[in-house]
């Protein structure tokens, strides 16, 4: 769902799913929260003085209120609101200010579910898995100076100021499977926004425009989240943007400007007992915001101690951070959080050299044979530093329903010969694997072909590093001729994300290989129709055996995002779309 720092030279596009055609083609790479060329370690400069600590960091283990968090901010926000929050920086800060009708939960497996949030449960679902009907919890206030309570139509009202054309919101994408969101456009049609209706105070109704089960999961995204839309209008656009309103557990006292951002506890507050899994409201009373842009000096105001946390280990120093003296004597937690995004070599199945015809079952062994040759567990060791963690599967774990071992070809070197002997043409020569340039990624590509190497000596690779822009408008052209680098993030908790990607649809605009299986397509259009969760995840996952058969990718692995926090801050959780709950931590 929302961008997040992944291991070095992760390329994640983070376009859409949710339309029965393209996102708008421009969405690609015009934002910088779109295309993340993430590394473990970003960061920035600047600093502040904690507050001091109640205890040692090993004692105190019942949370109080009071004290400052400091966490830094990896860049200037983009925007701190639902309408443009989409990059990690803002989303971070969005996190701790807005809700919508549904919130992420994480269970200790890290498989991040959508529950509800200020919908009073889960909604009324028609047998079409087209209307759905919520009801909104009474109570829910926005802070001040605001005070009034959330309503149905405070919903209607954001998604729809959301969706419209002015306002240009980087994720509209989100929204597109409403009535009244123009297939054309992808904002709001001259009719408005008539999916979107308030039945009464508390009833929200909202219509598709196609089957779509899982809907409700998409509600954690920013872009859905509510704001007062009648006081960010009195006040002007842009006094909302620097100093907005939500209903969270915390609200923004001050922005300045490439320096920092400061959020201290909503006053009113509407979840103070923290019921259900809604956020509660909050320990500490302030959260200090230095925004940096350089990842020397977060890392080294980290170490200071001036900052409770850090994204920004320079490269090649995640082993000897875990090894450190601050971690072995219990000042420091670092560790890798497991995140939604994954990696994989798309296959350009449009072209004769892997692809080709019948879906490309010609090539069929040279696919199959470099899924059984690809030595994933070196390049999560030597190249994201055991960061990552191999995965041949197209869904990752931290996804609700992934299951694992549906890759006919897993990695075992010993049968990718045996397999390549099976191919009846001539073999091709200097496979081209393109990869984005700067990005650290053709470490993973080096790796990779030296497994290959040993285990299919006949065939041999070509590496080409393109420049960022230029790659991703030749792989949405349909123009690589081989094999190329992709990854992807969950915008959202479901494996419709993913399985999208190998439909007609998304070989066009999502994995840019041009793969198609009308088999595929039924079964991703069966569970988007399907009302039972467990019915539904078995229907994704067939599609994703059927895919996975056909090889029209070779997935490498399943990232994680190192972080490393200071132990005098306790109740601290990363979920796996890299959001920190803030209002859970505490100072010991």
Same mark, same amino acid.
């Given at each position: 769902?929302?961008?997040?720092? %992944? =291991?070095?030279?992760?390329?994640?596009?983070?376009?859409? *799913?949710?339309?029965?055609?393209?996102?708008?083609?421009?969405?690609?790479?015009?934002?910088?929260?779109?295309?993340i060329a993430a590394a473990l370690a970003l960061g920035g400069c600047g600093g502040h003085s904690p507050s001091s600590g109640r205890s040692s960091p090993a004692a105190a283990t019942t949370p109080v209120p009071g004290g400052t968090y400091n966490f830094p901010l990896a860049a200037e926000p983009i925007s701190i609101?639902?309408?443009?929050?989409? #990059?990690?920086?803002?989303?971070?800060? #969005?996190?701790?200010?807005?809700?919508?009708?549904?919130?992420?939960?994480?269970?200790?497996?890290?498989?991040?579910?959508?529950?509800?949030?200020l919908a009073a449960g889960p909604p009324e679902v028609n047998s079409s898995a087209t209307v759905f009907t919520f009801s909104i919890k009474h109570g829910v206030r926005f802070a001040p100076p605001v005070g009034r309570e959330v309503t149905a139509q405070d919903f209607v009202d954001s998604w729809t100021y959301n969706?419209?054309?002015?306002?240009?919101?980087?994720?509209?994408?989100?929204?597109?499977?409403?009535?009244?969101?123009? $297939?054309?456009?992808?904002?709001?049609?001259?009719?408005?926004?008539?999916?979107?209706?308030?039945?009464?105070?508390? %009833?929200?109704?909202?219509?598709?425009?196609?089957?779509?089960? =899982?809907?409700?999961?998409?509600?954690?995204?920013?872009?859905?989240?509510?704001?007062?839309?009648?006081?960010?209008?009195?006040?002007?656009?842009?006094?909302?943007?620097?100093?907005?309103?939500?209903?969270?557990?915390?609200?923004?006292?001050?922005?300045?400007?490439?320096? !920092?951002?400061?959020?201290?506890?909503?006053? +009113?507050?509407?979840?103070?007992?923290?019921?259900? =899994?809604?956020?509660?409201?909050?320990? *500490?009373?302030?959260?200090?915001? $230095?925004?940096?842009?350089?990842?020397?000096?977060?890392?080294?105001?980290?170490?200071?101690?001036?900052?409770?946390? !850090? +994204?920004?280990?320079?490269?090649?120093?995640?082993?000897?951070?875990?090894?450190?003296?601050?971690?072995?004597?219990?000042?420091?937690?670092?560790?890798?959080?497991?995140? %939604?995004?994954?990696?994989?070599?798309? *296959?350009?199945?449009?072209?004769?050299?892997?692809?080709?015809?019948?879906?490309?079952?010609?090539?069929?062994?040279?696919?199959?044979?470099?899924?059984?040759?690809?030595?994933?567990?070196?390049?999560?060791?030597?190249?994201? #530093?055991?960061?990552?963690?191999?995965?041949?599967?197209?869904?990752?774990?931290?996804?609700?329903?992934?299951?694992?071992?549906?890759?006919?070809?897993?990695? =075992?070197?010993?049968?990718?010969?045996?397999?390549?002997?099976?191919?009846?043409?001539? @073999?091709?020569?200097?496979? $081209?694997?393109?990869?984005?340039?700067?990005?650290?990624?053709?470490?993973?590509?080096?790796?990779?072909?030296?497994?290959? !190497?040993?285990? %299919?000596?006949?065939?041999?690779?070509?590496?080409?590093?393109?420049?960022?822009?230029?790659?991703?408008?030749?792989?949405?052209?349909?123009?690589?001729?081989?094999?190329?680098?992709?990854?992807?993030?969950?915008?959202?908790?479901?494996?419709?994300?993913?399985?999208?990607?190998?439909?007609?649809a998304g070989g066009k605009d999502g994995s840019f290989g041009r793969y198609s299986d009308p088999q595929v397509d039924r079964l991703f259009r069966q569970a988007r129709g399907t009302l039972d969760p467990a019915t539904r995840s078995d229907l994704y996952n067939q599609a994703q055996s059927l895919i996975l058969e056909?090889?029209?990718?070779?997935?490498?692995?399943?990232?994680?995002?190192?972080?490393?926090?200071?132990?005098?801050?306790?109740?601290?959780?990363?979920?796996?779309?890299? @959001?920190?709950?803030?209002?859970? *931590?505490?100072?010991?």
């Open positions: 769902m929302l961008p997040h720092r %992944t =291991d070095p030279g992760t390329a994640a596009l983070r376009r859409g *799913v949710l339309s029965e055609r393209s996102r708008k083609p421009c969405g690609l790479v015009a934002v910088a929260a779109v295309l609101v639902p309408l443009g929050a989409q #990059e990690s920086a803002g989303a971070q800060v #969005e996190h701790q200010c807005f809700q919508g009708l549904y919130v992420l939960k994480q269970d200790a497996d890290g498989v991040t579910s959508a529950v509800p949030d969706a419209t054309a002015l306002n240009q919101a980087p994720a509209v994408y989100v929204l597109a499977p409403i009535q009244g969101i123009d $297939p054309a456009t992808g904002y709001v049609g001259k009719g408005g926004l008539t999916g979107v209706k308030a039945l009464g105070r508390y %009833t929200l109704q909202v219509t598709l425009k196609y089957p779509f089960a =899982d809907f409700p999961s998409t509600l954690v995204h920013p872009i859905t989240h509510v704001f007062p839309v009648d006081y960010a209008e009195q006040i002007g656009s842009k006094a909302f943007f620097d100093k907005p309103v939500g209903s969270g557990p915390y609200m923004v006292q001050q922005w300045t400007h490439n320096q !920092s951002i400061t959020l201290v506890k909503n006053p +009113d507050y509407w979840n103070r007992s923290h019921s259900s =899994d809604s956020a509660g409201p909050g320990w *500490v009373d302030v959260v200090n915001m $230095p925004i940096y842009n350089d990842i020397a000096s977060e890392w080294l105001d980290f170490k200071k101690g001036s900052l409770d946390y !850090s +994204d920004g280990v320079p490269a090649g120093n995640v082993r000897a951070t875990e090894h450190s003296a601050s971690v072995r004597n219990g000042t420091w937690t670092a560790r890798a959080y497991p995140s %939604t995004a994954v990696c994989f070599l798309s *296959v350009a199945m449009n072209q004769p050299l892997l692809g080709g015809p019948g879906k490309g079952a010609a090539n069929l062994p040279i696919r199959a044979a470099l899924n059984y040759g690809a030595d994933r567990e070196a390049a999560c060791s030597i190249a994201t #530093e055991g960061v990552s963690t191999p995965s041949d599967e197209i869904v990752p774990p931290t996804i609700p329903g992934y299951k694992a071992g549906l890759n006919p070809y897993p990695y =075992d070197p010993t049968k990718a010969q045996s397999e390549l002997d099976k191919f009846t043409g001539a @073999l091709p020569k200097s496979i $081209p694997y393109w990869y984005t340039s700067g990005t650290g990624q053709d470490q993973v590509a080096q790796v990779l072909i030296a497994g290959w !190497s040993k285990a %299919t000596p006949q065939l041999s690779f070509a590496l080409s590093g393109l420049e960022t822009n230029a790659y991703w408008t030749l792989c949405r052209q349909g123009k690589a001729p081989a094999l190329f680098r992709m990854s992807w993030v969950a915008d959202y908790p479901s494996m419709d994300e993913f399985i999208y990607l190998f439909t007609t056909d090889a029209p990718c070779v997935p490498v692995y399943a990232s994680r995002d190192f972080r490393v926090t200071n132990n005098r801050i306790g109740g601290f959780s990363y979920n796996a779309f890299g @959001l920190v709950d803030m209002w859970n *931590v505490w100072v010991k």
